[in-house]
């Protein structure tokens, strides 16, 4: 069972993070957003939080899998990243913002299941990708 002060920090945690990717999204002018990258952290992670809540109060009286209802975020946040997606003449437009909206929806499950150590190397390492790859793509161009 997971505590309310557990439970409170993951979330805490996933607006953090979030916040992290949503702020460089919104530097940059991304479709999606600081609030659209937190609202997806924080909403994956209450989704696998309830998962394992589910998992607690059903365990050993009926067959509950956590991971089926966090796979729903998987699916879904797909719906979410093609509204970002805009085909123009100049190409397509939104694809970063919709990859980045993905891995915040995996940052927020990671922690949720309280695997806050993988999420903030991920926060991290996506971070730095979104704020630097740019500039070595265009110089391989």
């Not at 956590?66 to 979410?80: D, M």
Request: aromatic residues 8%; positive net charge.
């Amino acid at each position: 069972m997971i505590g309310m002060f557990s439970m409170i920090l993951r979330l805490i945690v996933a607006f953090i993070f979030g916040s992290v990717l949503g702020y460089e999204r919104e530097k940059k002018r991304g479709s999606a957003g600081l609030r659209t990258h937190i609202l997806v952290c924080m909403g994956s992670a209450l989704i696998m939080l309830t998962s394992l809540h589910l998992y607690d109060m059903y365990q050993g009286k009926a067959s509950v899998d956590p991971g089926r209802i966090a796979a729903g975020v998987v699916t879904g946040i797909g719906f979410l990243g093609a509204g970002t997606i805009i085909r123009s003449k100049e190409g397509v437009k939104g694809l970063t913002t919709a990859a980045s909206l993905w891995i915040s929806a995996a940052i927020g499950l990671a922690v949720g299941c309280g695997y806050i150590s993988a999420a903030l190397i991920t926060t991290v390492i996506t971070y730095l990708s979104l704020s630097y790859l740019k500039k070595v793509e265009q110089e391989m161009h």
